[in-house]
């Protein structure tokens, strides 16, 4: 499986601020996403972020609030805009590694966010 | 109705012991589906991918019934180190897309 780093690990931020948090993989891949785990709750997908193309939203989540950013097939980001205390939660990056068959994703360790 | 239902946790259940988790999920076309683990506070671990043939490893066994749209996860010889919240996980109908479950919590006790 790849290897994810995410940055910062955690952070608390001041309403009507942004945050960007980045993700990093140790190989080359096509499928990146991002997800988000509000406290309690499980893991909803927030955007598939495709390298050369503009990022695929959910349902419920715009660009304007999470801005992505794929430069390459081994980085993303994830912008969290103009924050409220409702974006609190961890936000995890995953990829899909290129095998054939099976689309398992594997995730970064995520990042804590306070919004105060 | 959710797209992928658990069985509402949580389960305690003593070392050694047999405990088995179902879900269920609401679209046919899906394609792919997991077993994932979450350990408190931090990201979900693939335990397994689950075949339409079912699949064992070591003491995880997962079925799979299309028919049904009926997913189980069985473990034998409960372990402490087993105390963790279990993801049932299925695509978005033929997409790369995930949808979770809201898992079940899993406390095994010496």
């Known amino acids: 499986s790849a290897v994810i780093s995410q940055k910062p690990s955690r952070d608390i931020c001041q309403r009507g601020t942004s945050l960007t948090i980045q993700c990093q993989v140790d190989s080359q891949v096509t499928m990146m996403f991002w997800y988000r785990q509000q406290p309690g709750q499980s893991l909803t997908l927030i955007a598939t972020?495709?390298?050369?193309?503009?990022?695929?939203?959910e349902s419920g989540f715009v660009i304007d609030k999470f801005p992505i950013s794929r430069p390459n097939l081994t980085f993303s980001t994830l912008t969290v805009s103009n924050m409220s205390p409702e974006d609190s939660s961890i936000y995890l990056c995953s990829v899909e590694p290129e095998l054939e068959g099976y689309n398992e994703q594997f995730f970064g360790p995520g990042t804590r966010l306070t919004v105060l | 109705r959710k797209e992928v239902e658990q069985d509402p946790g949580p389960f305690n259940v003593p070392e050694g012991a047999t405990v088995a988790f179902n879900c269920t999920y609401s679209?046919?076309?899906?394609?792919?589906f997991f077993w994932y683990r979450q350990d408190c506070r931090k990201e979900p671990k693939l335990l397994m991918s689950v075949y339409s043939s079912g699949n064992e490893d070591g003491r995880f066994t997962a079925q799979l019934n299309r028919a049904s749209q009926y997913i189980s996860l069985l473990i034998r010889d409960s372990k402490l180190s087993d105390s963790a919240t279990y993801l049932c996980?299925?695509?978005?109908?033929?997409?790369?897309?995930?949808?979770f479950g809201t898992g079940t919590r899993l406390q095994v006790f010496p």
């Open positions: 996980v299925v695509s978005k109908g033929y997409t790369d897309k995930l949808i």
């Open positions: 679209n046919s076309a899906s394609q792919s």
């Open positions: 972020a495709n390298q050369g193309s503009e990022a695929t939203y």
